[in-house]
């Protein structure tokens, strides 16, 4: 593993493995033209799009692996994930049976999860303090 002398001192610098397993958080929101967009906020400039929910997430990871990858190679500062740690992330959540039904078949319909496709849909509500 190769170290970085900084301030007369040696640390040990994080394998691109270490970084490639980080837990980024993603944004999605639905294109204008059609399709979604989905972007990680904590690396500058890392987009892609896609037609489907699907299609966007599987090309939002491939574009996260390349950017840190570059950044790696290139010696790159690789920005932390950003966190709160005042929230877990989790949620129960009671609704009827019928809107279950609803969402879960509309989560099929776009070949996602339905915890994909219900972060999906209140990403893109207008949620405000």
């Given at each position: 593993?190769?170290?970085?002398?900084?301030?007369n001192?040696?640390?040990?610098?994080?394998?691109?493995?270490?970084?490639?397993?980080?837990?980024?958080?993603?944004?999605?929101?639905?294109?204008?033209?059609?399709?979604?967009?989905?972007?990680?906020?904590?690396?500058?400039?890392?987009?892609?799009?896609?037609?489907?929910?699907?299609?966007?997430?599987?090309?939002?990871?491939?574009?996260?692996?390349?950017?840190?990858?570059?950044?790696?190679?290139?010696?790159?500062?690789?920005?932390?994930?950003?966190?709160?740690?005042?929230?877990?992330g989790?949620?129960?959540?009671?609704?009827?049976?019928?809107?279950?039904?609803?969402?879960?078949?509309?989560?099929?319909?776009?070949?996602?999860?339905?915890?994909?496709?219900?972060?999906?849909?209140?990403?893109?509500?207008?949620?405000?303090?």
């Amino acid at each position: 593993m190769k170290t970085l002398k900084v301030q007369n001192k040696q640390i040990e610098k994080l394998s691109l493995e270490h970084y490639l397993n980080l837990q980024y958080p993603v944004t999605l929101y639905p294109d204008a033209e059609g399709g979604y967009v989905a972007q990680v906020k904590d690396l500058p400039g890392c987009l892609t799009q896609g037609e489907t929910l699907e299609e966007t997430i599987t090309n939002i990871n491939e574009a996260r692996e390349l950017w840190i990858e570059t950044a790696y190679e290139t010696g790159d500062e690789i920005p932390l994930p950003s966190t709160d740690d005042n929230y877990s992330g989790k949620l129960l959540l009671r609704m009827p049976k019928s809107l279950h039904r609803r969402l879960a078949e509309a989560a099929e319909k776009e070949n996602v999860s339905l915890n994909q496709y219900l972060v999906f849909l209140l990403s893109t509500s207008k949620i405000t303090p």
